[in-house]
């Protein structure tokens, strides 16, 4: 069921993080141009990721005893924001620190703990999200890839598809089928750890419209796992997929992807005397970020809380990405007002970039009519 989101202040504490990390991003980021700030967390950087590492900022909410700097939400929601809003490129670690590393903690044995979080908050444990098959996106519990039980370890068949980072990645968390059938549905699914280096695994590059190849195709041919691949609990992988999506849907990272665009625009902007229009533009932009940051800060106060805010967190998703496709649009028509007007090649590169790859946003992560249908079941409408 739905909750009510309440206005949230981050802790002074927390927020005395924020001018430590802009002053670190002010003089790392030096000179990245615009439309590289556009890409973050598309962006793969692993000496960058090594420096935060160095920071102590990977990890932020994991235990002291793993690598980690015990934080809270609000301390990983004000670093998120940073790094973000500059545009730093942070897909190297990305995924390990925000989904996988909690998921380790939460669900893995000693032993799996011991071993792969001190290697995610050292940066050298990068990790990918292995969800999504051919034929199973949306519909995820219609997954085909197996892991059959074979001398006391696993045997995996199967590919996954659209997989951020598989090509640059050390681990995959994947979400597999360890008993029954297709027919099956949530039942016999469970999440197993993939060494991406084993034999077997072949991993081919998918490259997008505006030429970046992020993400990839996955294909497993009889891969041997070892026992200890698996991750929590055989046939719960739909109830612990279910937990870690609600880490993915309600970050800054629903907002933020079209800032650079937006920073770039004020730039030109405060050159010239903007327009009415263009001012108009920028309040409609800023208003819905204040509010959508504002519901985003909540949802990070229902993490601290321990809770599971799962709706809440689709709710910020949808409205979110919303506005981030919306942004290239509405920068695009005003400077599309004046075509007498030269416009700066770094800006037209990044309104370029934006505009090719803003579809996205409200695919990856789960669709816009997924999220809506949560919703719609947490508001108990159907
Ligand atoms: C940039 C990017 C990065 C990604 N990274 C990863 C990753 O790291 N790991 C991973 O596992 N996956 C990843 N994905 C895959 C992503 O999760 C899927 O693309 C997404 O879940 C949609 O699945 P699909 O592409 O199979 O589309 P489909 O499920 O076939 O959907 C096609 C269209 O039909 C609509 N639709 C489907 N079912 C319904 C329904 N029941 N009611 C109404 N409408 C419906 C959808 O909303 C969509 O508009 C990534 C995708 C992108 C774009």
Redesign the pocket.
């Known amino acids: 069921m739905i909750d009510t989101l309440e206005l949230t202040a981050i802790p002074p504490e927390d927020e005395a993080l924020r001018a430590e990390v802009r002053a670190f991003l002010a003089d790392a980021l030096d000179g990245l141009e615009p439309d590289e700030r556009a890409r973050s967390w598309?962006g793969f950087d692993a000496g960058f990721s090594r420096q935060l590492a160095e920071r102590g900022w990977l990890g932020l909410t994991l235990p002291r005893e793993y690598g980690g700097a015990a934080r809270g939400h609000f301390a990983r929601f004000v670093l998120s924001e940073e790094l973000l809003g500059a545009g730093a490129p942070v897909s190297a670690h990305w995924?390990a620190d925000r989904q996988s590393a909690p998921l380790i903690l939460k669900y893995g044995t000693p032993a799996q703990r011991d071993f792969y979080l001190p290697r995610i908050c050292a940066a050298q444990a990068f990790f990918?999200?292995?969800?999504?098959?051919?034929?199973?996106?949306?519909?995820?519990a219609s997954i085909r890839t197996r892991a059959e039980p074979d001398g006391g370890g696993w045997r995996l068949n199967g590919s996954?598809?659209?997989?951020?980072?598989?090509h640059r990645s050390h681990y995959m968390i994947a979400?597999v089928r360890t008993s029954g059938t297709v027919d099956d549905r949530h039942q016999g699914l469970s999440q197993v750890i993939v060494d991406l280096s084993l034999p077997g695994v072949s991993v081919r590059p998918i490259e997008?419209l505006a030429g970046d190849a992020?993400?990839s195709e996955v294909f497993f041919d009889n891969v041997a796992l070892p026992a200890d691949a698996l991750i929590g609990e055989e046939g719960a992988g739909w109830a612990q997929v279910n937990a870690e999506l609600a880490f993915e849907r309600s970050g800054p990272e629903r907002l933020y992807s079209s800032i650079a665009l937006l920073e770039c625009w004020l730039a030109h902007c405060r050159e010239r005397d903007a327009d009415a229009a263009s001012r108009a533009t920028l309040g409609a932009i800023l208003s819905q970020m204040a509010v959508l940051r504002a519901m985003s800060l909540a949802v990070a106060g229902k993490l601290a809380a321990g809770l599971s805010p799962a709706t809440e967190a689709s709710l910020v998703k949808d409205l979110g990405t919303e506005l981030e496709q919306a942004i290239p649009r509405l920068i695009g028509d005003t400077l599309g007002r004046h075509p007498d007007r030269p416009v700066p090649l770094p800006l037209l590169r990044t309104l370029a970039y934006l505009e090719q790859?803003a579809?996205?946003?409200?695919?990856?992560?789960?669709?816009?009519?997924?999220l809506?249908?949560i919703i719609a079941r947490g508001l108990g409408l159907r």
């Open positions: 598309m995924i990918c999200i292995g969800m999504s098959e051919p034929g199973s996106g949306s519909d995820l996954k598809i659209w997989t951020t980072n598989a979400l997008d992020h993400f790859v579809p996205t946003f409200s695919l990856r992560g789960g669709t816009r009519e997924i809506r249908g």
